[in-house]
């Protein structure tokens, strides 16, 4: 395959500003069909987005949760760590794109390298893996590009709109990550 330039991002801590924009993209049913929350809507209100921002801010849910940003300072998703076994370390990846004039630019897989780099260099993981539906083909691609490889099907894993529905696990080891990554000019992949 050959390597493709991607766009640059940069993940920031989230801030109180942030709430607006995450507010905004949890009441577009399209931007949250792949995302695991809860089965009403809107799925939160602006005050519970705010405290879940705040408890991210503050470290105690137990995720490392960051803003993407454009390379000309555009807030357009997030990306976390969550899960986080120090023990036998790895953690689960979770991302979101929101702002979907942004969807299929590589922004998800900038932000991606980003995070995998911060994981095994800050954290010192060996493995992040995540979880995905199994009809969020746009999505698997993409993480397949990244480098992950399927574990398993976790069957009937997560409720969707009334239906249960089956979720792939994947997952990169930090050698893997490293050897894909490695000669390539870092705004490619």
């Not at 995450?22 to 049913?29: F, H, I, K, V």
């Not at 555009?74 to 979770?94: F, M, S, T, V, Y």
């Not at 099907?153 to 893997?176: A, H, P, T, W, Y």
């Amino acid at each position: 395959m050959t390597a493709t330039r991607l766009p640059k991002v940069m993940l920031r801590e989230l801030t109180l500003e942030d709430v607006e924009d995450r507010y905004q993209w949890c009441l577009d049913r399209e931007v949250t069909k792949h995302l695991n929350m809860p089965d009403k809507y809107p799925p939160f209100s602006r005050n519970e987005t705010k405290k879940w921002i705040q408890m991210c801010m503050d470290k105690t849910n137990g995720y490392e949760q960051k803003a993407i940003i454009t390379d000309n300072g555009i807030h357009i998703g997030w990306i976390d760590l969550k899960n986080i076994d120090r023990l036998n370390k790895h953690a689960e990846l979770g991302l979101a794109i929101g702002e979907k004039s942004y969807w299929g630019k590589g922004y998800g897989l900038s932000a991606m390298k980003e995070m995998l780099q911060w994981g095994f260099n800050q954290l010192q993981l060996n493995k992040v893996w995540l979880r995905v539906e199994v009809d969020n083909e746009k999505a698997i691609n993409s993480y397949r590009r990244m480098g992950y490889v399927e574990e398993g099907i976790l069957r009937q894993d997560r409720l969707r709109n009334g239906l249960f529905v089956d979720r792939l696990r994947m997952s990169i080891l930090k050698n893997e990550f490293l050897n894909k990554s490695n000669g390539m000019p870092a705004d490619r992949i």
